[in-house]
């Protein structure tokens, strides 16, 4: 239902943007005024929004998801070529993002060292602050392989959040009655801060899926990565509505399932709480 | 901890004093031309030299620097009045209102949003002003930011809707309206004001990344994203480091304000 919701909202806020149906073909001077007619004849489905939907829709459900006006190609067949490499990007930022974050993070608080502190926050405070497109272009000029660019999207976000998450962890009563009864800091984290902490991190985990897929566009539009963000790109630029409404929704798609996948994982650590 | 604070707003202060005094500052308008000097290196008359169009650095600089810091907190404070409005009302009344509300709410939250401002704003006209592009970029910014606020006030509001003095309020015989403005919006000043405070780094991020893809504010306006937008000449950039001045105000700016942020003791 939300997926629908989402790809309908995606529909109007483009059908009702001032600009819509302006087509760069038709100020062509060497165009007849009935070529013309034909061009605007061609956009005149798409012209009325439920008309575009109900229609868009109908086609769903026979598997046609539609053919892009821009790339002059059926939008299924992009889809196909361009989501595994998105997803294959996305995987890798998001695998080495958390395993350089998590265990910083954990480090960072046990060892409670103030100058570890300080340049971990330093270093993450300086990545928070840099957009993705920057860090694209740094890549491209030093030549590093751009599908490492995702991590350092990801690394100071979830890093941030779980040392935060963390840190109210290891302050609750019974952590400090453990360590004051002389357990040792491996015992700490895994049996009292680690599953206390464990749902928001799952949460945290969905998320940054999420942020991953936003960090995609213009990741893959300015390192030449041919996924589904530099699809949107071109698709933005090249004014494609049926191309920009099935990535709307497949991105939508996408988040709420991780979403619900780690509410549902969230809500399995809640269960086995005393 | 708390000089870091001072600076980060000392810097702040200063970088705004600075572009709001862009006209007396800066030696040329933004779109002049020195069409016989492109390329130039910084001299006395062009401080961080001119680009490939022969227009001042230093010019653009503060005046893109301007363009973000002005309509960045615009754009925050129309998506922390639209997070106050709705989160607060959904939270006071609570019920089925609160339950539609949060629904509506976690349908925006689950939107790629980046995907539908890209979108919007590809869908523009072809010959749309540099002024309303950039009214219209920050517009659907804070159009498009205010659900993650919404449910964090709505939260507060429901517990402030549930606390004593506003029983209270009730059993004296305040009615709707005057327990919102009198009662709660005062005392969801403080959340409304961080989660503002939280949103202008965060708007200021989205439209550089937008202006890098050449989808912010139009030329021959400059605003931070258009300024980075000149390091995708790679071959020009390693030899003419001064191009990095934008990028280095750029992180001082947002890390400035990152910093401020901790002040309010957010979460982050």
Redesign the interface.
């Known amino acids: 239902m ?1 997926v629908l ?2 790809g309908f ?2 529909a109007t ?2 059908r009702f ?4 149906g ?1 087509d ?1 073909e038709e100020l062509d001077t060497r165009l007849s005024s009935r070529s013309v007619e034909a061009l605007r004849a061609t956009d005149q489905p798409d012209r009325n929004l439920f008309r575009f939907y109900v229609h868009y829709l109908g086609r769903l459900m026979q598997g046609d998801l539609g053919e892009s006006r821009s790339l002059q190609r059926p939008v299924s067949q992009l889809l196909a070529e361009r989501l595994p490499e998105t997803l294959k990007s996305v995987g890798l930022g998001l695998g080495l993002g958390w395993s350089l974050a998590l265990p910083l993070a954990i480090t960072v608080v046990m060892v409670r060292a103030w100058l570890l502190d300080a340049i971990s926050n330093v270093l993450v ?2 990545l ?7 860090l694209a ?2 890549f ?2 030093e030549q590093v392989p751009a599908r490492l660019l995702l991590s350092l999207v990801v690394f100071p976000k979830v890093f ?2 779980s040392r ?1 998450l963390l840190v109210r962890s290891s302050e609750l009563p019974h952590v400090l009655t453990a360590r004051a009864k002389g357990l040792g800091n491996i015992r700490v984290l895994v049996w009292h801060i680690l599953p206390n902490a464990a749902p928001q991190l799952v949460a945290l985990a969905g998320v940054s899926l ?1 942020l991953a ?2 960090a995609a ?2 990741v893959e ?2 390192c030449d990565l041919p996924g589904i963000g530099q699809l ?2 071109k ?3 090249g ?1 494609d509505v049926a191309l ?1 409404v099935n ?2 929704m497949i ?2 798609l996408v ?2 399932i991780a ?1 619900s996948a780690s509410d549902l994982v969230g809500q399995r650590f809640h269960a086995g709480e005393p | 901890m708390k000089y870091a604070r001072l600076v980060a707003i000392g810097i702040l202060v200063a970088v705004a004093a600075a572009c709001l005094l862009a006209n007396f500052l800066a030696p040329a308008p933004y779109a002049h031309q020195y069409r016989e000097i492109p390329d130039a290196s910084p001299s006395h008359q062009h401080l961080l030299g001119t680009d490939d169009l022969g227009r001042d650095r230093f010019s653009r600089l503060l005046y893109g620097t301007r363009v973000s810091l002005l309509l960045a907190p615009a754009a925050a404070l129309l998506s922390s009045l639209l997070a106050g409005l709705i989160g607060g009302i959904a939270g006071f009344a609570g019920g089925r209102t609160e339950r539609m509300v949060m629904a509506a709410t ?2 925006f939250l ?7 401002l ?9 010959n ?1 002003a540099p002024l309303t592009s950039v009214i ?1 970029t920050f517009a659907l910014l804070g159009c498009l930011g205010w659900a993650g606020a919404a449910r964090v006030i709505c939260a507060d509001a429901r517990t402030f809707s549930q606390s004593d003095f506003l029983v209270q309020a009730r059993a004296t015989g305040s009615s709707g309206f005057r327990l919102l403005w009198r009662h709660l919006i005062p005392n969801l000043r403080p959340i409304l004001f961080a989660q503002f405070w939280i949103s202008i ?1 965060v708007f200021i ?1 989205t439209e ?2 937008l202006g ?4 912010g504010v139009a030329e021959p306006l400059p605003s931070w994203g258009s300024l ?1 937008r000149e ?2 000449s ?1 071959s020009t ?2 030899t003419q480091p001064w191009q990095f001045v934008p ?1 280095i105000l ?2 001082v700016v ?2 400035s304000f ?1 910093l401020v942020l901790t002040r309010q003791e957010l ?2």
């Open positions: 939300v919701l989402g909202l995606g806020l483009v943007a001032p600009g819509f302006v760069e405070g300086a928070l602050c840099i957009p993705a497109a920057v272009l740094l491209v000029m941030r959040y935060n999420s897929f936003a566009i213009p539009a300015l949107a790109w698709a933005a630029l004014r920009l990535l709307t991105v939508t988040t709420l979403n | 976690d349908l689950s939107l790629p949003w980046l995907f539908l890209i979108t919007v704003r590809a869908v523009l006209p072809l749309v219209i780094p991020l550089a990344n890098i893809l050449g989808l980075l390091l995708e790679f950039v390693s990028l750029f992180i947002v890390s990152h979460p982050t």
